[in-house]
């Protein structure tokens, strides 16, 4: 018999297994997870029915964007590194967890426009426009809308780590710098460019990736890696399709919560890209 790390014992010649009863530190599974807190944090306002549902969702939802941001973060300190091969298995796992969140579409559409309606109004103001998890996603993928940051300004530590992100260098600003690295000439006003702007498109960086897209073999690294950019790009477009889509079917062309136009607002956003070149790129190749 052998423990294994978590105190359970495993006999490794028939694979049966016995829980032992003394943990080392008598922690048990809902004291490890803090399920206390999570599970008592679904306090609906409305006392309506279908407001577990829609708190349920943007708790999971905000829970996938967590892990994506430890992920997309560790991926970038990888590349930073020349550890290629480590951010693949990073941004590979963001793209999963992306897949995860946007499935949660069809779970909130079974939630009529009347059934909505009838809490909504307890919402107030909030509105999804206020999640800082979603700004700070946006950042590292290069996005960077100062106005956002003012929504937090009552919040210190919140602003002062959304502020950090925002003037960090995102995943797409690391990658051309590996571009370089590899010997692939970008211009000079790329490199040293303000990162708490949004990525410009760029000629020499166009141009870099159809070296690489058309070099494959010799670039394999920098190839795979363009790849992984393009399916957090499609993925967080999908999710941005499909809660446009959702918010039409559920309160159709309203005005939002946080003050936008709603439908037409979402729409608009779908216009904005983060990897640019990468997309042109194909119709060239
Ligand atoms: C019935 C469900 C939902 C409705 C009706 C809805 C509606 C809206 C509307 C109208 C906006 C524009 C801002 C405003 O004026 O309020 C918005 C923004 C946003 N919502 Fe939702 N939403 C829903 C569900 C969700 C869910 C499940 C999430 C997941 C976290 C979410 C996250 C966001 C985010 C991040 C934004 C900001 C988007 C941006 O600025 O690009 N929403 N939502
Ligand atoms: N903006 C939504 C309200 C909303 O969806 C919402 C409200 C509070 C917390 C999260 C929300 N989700 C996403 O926007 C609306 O206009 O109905």
């Not at 829609?54 to 967590?66: A, D, G, P, T, Y």
Request: with cysteine.
């Amino acid at each position: 018999m052998k423990d294994n790390q978590n105190g359970v014992e495993v006999n490794a010649t028939t694979s049966e297994t016995s829980i032992h009863t003394d943990f080392k530190n008598n922690m048990t599974y809902g004291e490890y997870l803090k399920l206390d807190k999570i599970l008592s944090a679904q306090r609906r306002l409305s006392g309506h029915h279908d407001e577990v549902l829609f708190i349920v969702i943007h708790q999971v939802s905000e829970l996938w964007m967590k892990l994506i941001l430890h992920e997309m973060h560790a991926a970038i300190d990888c590349i930073k590194k020349d550890d290629l091969s480590s951010a693949f298995k990073k941004l590979a796992r963001v793209s999963k967890t992306q897949s995860q969140i946007i499935q949660a579409w069809d779970v909130l559409s079974t939630m009529t426009p009347s059934e909505y309606m009838e809490f909504r109004d307890s919402l107030g103001q909030a509105s999804g426009f206020q999640s800082y998890q979603y700004r700070m996603i946006e950042f590292a993928l290069g996005y960077k809308t100062p106005h956002v940051l003012k929504i937090y300004e009552k919040d210190p530590e919140l602003l002062k780590e959304l502020r950090q992100a925002y003037e960090a260098p995102g995943l797409y600003d690391v990658a051309i710098q590996a571009l370089n690295k590899a010997g692939i000439s970008i211009d000079e006003e790329v490199l040293n460019r303000d990162v708490t702007r949004t990525y410009q498109e760029n000629d020499s960086v166009r141009k870099a990736w159809i070296t690489v897209y058309q070099n494959p073999q010799l670039y394999w690294d920098l190839y795979e890696l363009a790849e992984k950019l393009v399916d957090i790009e499609d993925w967080l477009q999908q999710w941005r399709f499909r809660h446009m889509k959702t918010v039409e079917r559920v309160i159709g062309f309203k005005r939002g919560t946080g003050g936008s136009s709603g439908v037409g607002y979402l729409k608009k956003v779908l216009d904005q890209r983060f990897f640019p070149e990468l997309w042109d790129l194909r119709t060239e190749l």
